[in-house]
């Protein structure tokens, strides 16, 4: 026996638009008894998308964000839990948090850890983690398991008390440190194996700038 398709009208269309827990989107301006199926094209990202009309106002929006609000699934992101950004059947989705979302990319899907990311350079595994809006730089290391474990401490110890980790640099960028000695902050990168100092800064921001050019110029070939 076929199952039954449900239909929910798209928030703020007045009823000129369904959207279906399957993912199909409808609309009722030509057809008012039976709807016409709207196209869906995919994002660059992607996310399925359909054009429709509100308040005389064309839109291109995500069919999992049309579904999220009809279907009232709650507040926060969405994600998908097969991994397919074009699969918006009402069971492959989930509402949950931008880390929770992050967490479920292919890229983690298929083994690689969080919060861990090989520096092809020297073949090492450098740890970060965002908290508060602010990336934090946890360290190089040798492996990709100690990378992942220091992130899974950072943010034990985010959740648990409210601790901000701090590189042991005092910097949250990789490369730069404070320096007491003249309350500035210093800028190095290493290449080839060997530390280049790239300059004393009156901010940890503008030191990490110039850590960010350098780097830009090593891959570019240009001179710094």
């Not at 076929?2 to 000129?16: L, N």
């Not at 992607?46 to 009309?53: D, E, F, L, T, W």
Request: proline share 0%; glycine share 8%; charged share 30%.
């Amino acid at each position: 026996m076929t199952r039954k398709e449900t239909w929910k009208d798209v928030v703020g269309s007045d009823g000129d638009y369904q959207v279906s827990d399957i993912g199909r989107v409808r609309s009722f301006k030509i057809d008012k008894i039976n709807g016409k199926i709207r196209k869906i094209n995919i994002s660059a990202l992607g996310y399925a998308k359909v054009g429709i009309r509100i308040n005389n106002k064309r839109k291109f929006l995500s069919v999992h964000k049309l579904m999220q609000d009809s279907f009232i699934l709650g507040v926060g992101d969405i994600d998908h839990i097969n991994g397919n950004r074009c699969d918006n059947r009402l069971k492959n989705l989930r509402v949950c948090t931008s880390r929770e979302n992050s967490q479920n990319l292919n890229r983690h899907r298929m083994g690689r850890l969080v919060g861990a990311t090989l520096w092809k350079r020297n073949g090492r595994w450098r740890s970060q983690i965002k908290l508060n809006n602010t990336k934090v730089h946890l360290g190089i290391f040798d492996t990709e398991v100690e990378a992942h474990n220091a992130y899974k401490i950072a943010l034990y110890n985010f959740n648990e008390n409210g601790v901000l980790p701090t590189h042991k640099s005092s910097s949250r960028y990789l490369g730069i440190s404070f320096t007491k000695r003249n309350k500035k902050w210093k800028a190095r990168f290493k290449f080839n194996g060997e530390w280049l100092y790239l300059g004393y800064f009156e901010t940890e921001e503008l030191a990490h700038e110039a850590y960010l050019k350098f780097e830009g110029s090593i891959h570019t070939g240009e001179s710094f």
